[in-house]
C-alpha cells in the first residue's frame, strides 16, 4: 500500500468514526426527548386524574402535592439532610463492603484448600436476606449511622468476594502455566496475571452491590433511625402522607442513578477496552 492510499484509507476511517459518533449522539438526543415527553404525559394524565376525581389524591398523591412538599422539606434542610446520611452510610458501606471482599475473594486464589472450606458459608450467606441481619446489627451497633454502614458493608461483602474469586478461575491456565514456566513466582503471577485479568469480574460487582448497599441502608433505616430517606418514607407512610413518601422514593432513584453513572465512569477509566465492546 502507498503513501497516498494509507492516507485516503486512515481519512475515510476516521470519517467513518465521526459519522458513527454523530449517529449515537442524535439516537440518544432522540432517546431522552422521548423518556422525557413520557414521563411528562404520565405526570400531565396524574395530576388530571387527580383535578377531575378520577384518582384518589390521599391513596395515590399528586404531582402538585409532591412538588410543594418536596419544596417545603428543600427550604427546611430536611431532604438534604437526610439524603446526605443515607448517601453517606450506602458508600462507605459500599466501599468498605466491595474493596475488602474484593481483596478477601483474590487472596483465595493463594489457598484452595480454605477456599474450598469456606465456600459453603459464603454462599450460604449471599443467599441470606441481608435485612433479616438488621435487628441484630442494630442491637450490637446501635441505631445510629455505624450500625447503616455495617448493613451496607454486610449486603457488599460477600457478592464481591464470591465473584473475586470466581474471576480467578476464569483465566486462562495456559497463560498461568506459560509465567510458570518462565520462573514466576506465585506472587508475580498473582500481581501481572491474576489480579488483571479478575478485574471485569470486580468492577461487575461493584455494579451490584451499589443496589445492594442501598436497600440494606433503607432497610436499616426503616427498622431504627433518626435521620435519612428510608426513615423519611417510613414515617410518611405511618402517616399516610403519600406526597412525601414519594419525595423519598423520588430521591432515592435520583441518588440509585447518580452512584451507577459514578461507577460506570469508574469502569470506563479502568477498563477502556470494555465500551468498545458493548
Known amino acids: 500500500m502507498s503513501e497516498s492510499q494509507l492516507h485516503t484509507h486512515v481519512i475515510r476511517a476516521g470519517s467513518v468514526k465521526e459519522n458513527s459518533e454523530s449517529l449515537s449522539g442524535n439516537t440518544l438526543l432522540t432517546d431522552n426527548l422521548f423518556r422525557s415527553a413520557g414521563l411528562a404525559l404520565v405526570i400531565v394524565i396524574w395530576q388530571l386524574g387527580v383535578n377531575l376525581g378520577w384518582i384518589n389524591s390521599f391513596l395515590m398523591g399528586s404531582p402538585v402535592g409532591i412538588a410543594g412538599e418536596a419544596w417545603r422539606?428543600?427550604?427546611?434542610?430536611?431532604l438534604l439532610n437526610d439524603t446526605v446520611a443515607t448517601v453517606y452510610a450506602t458508600v462507605v458501606g459500599f466501599l468498605?463492603?466491595?474493596?475488602l471482599g474484593s481483596?478477601?475473594?483474590?487472596?483465595?486464589?493463594?489457598s484452595?484448600?480454605?477456599?474450598?472450606?469456606?465456600?459453603?458459608f459464603m454462599v450460604a450467606l449471599n443467599g441470606l436476606p441481608k435485612i433479616a441481619l438488621a435487628p441484630m446489627i442494630i442491637i450490637w451497633f446501635g441505631s445510629g449511622m455505624f450500625s447503616k454502614i455495617m448493613l451496607a458493608f454486610v449486603a457488599t461483602f460477600v457478592v464481591a468476594l464470591l465473584s473475586a474469586y470466581q474471576g480467578t478461575h476464569q483465566i486462562d491456565r495456559n497463560l498461568i502455566n506459560l509465567m510458570r514456566s518462565l520462573g514466576a513466582s506465585r506472587r508475580e503471577?498473582?500481581?501481572k496475571v491474576v489480579a488483571p485479568a479478575t478485574l471485569p469480574w470486580i468492577i461487575s460487582a461493584f455494579r451490584l452491590n451499589i443496589g445492594f448497599a442501598l436497600i440494606a441502608e433503607i432497610g436499616g433505616e426503616f427498622i431504627s433511625s433518626d435521620r435519612g430517606l428510608g426513615r423519611m418514607i417510613f414515617v410518611a407512610g405511618?402517616?399516610?402522607?403519600?406526597?412525601?413518601?414519594?419525595?423519598?422514593?423520588?430521591?432515592?432513584?435520583?441518588?440509585a442513578i447518580v452512584l451507577y453513572i459514578i461507577v460506570s465512569q469508574v469502569?470506563?477509566?479502568?477498563?477502556p477496552w470494555e465500551k468498545g465492546q458493548k
Open 73 to 78: 422539606l428543600i427550604q427546611s434542610g430536611q
Open 96 to 99: 468498605m463492603g466491595s474493596i
Open 103 to 110: 481483596i478477601a475473594g483474590l487472596l483465595l486464589w493463594f
Open 112 to 120: 484452595r484448600t480454605t477456599a474450598r472450606i469456606i465456600d459453603p
Open 189 to 191: 503471577i498473582f500481581s
Open 238 to 255: 405511618n402517616l399516610f402522607n403519600l406526597n412525601v413518601v414519594w419525595v423519598g422514593v423520588i430521591m432515592l432513584m435520583i441518588v
Open 267 to 271: 469502569e470506563k477509566r479502568l477498563l
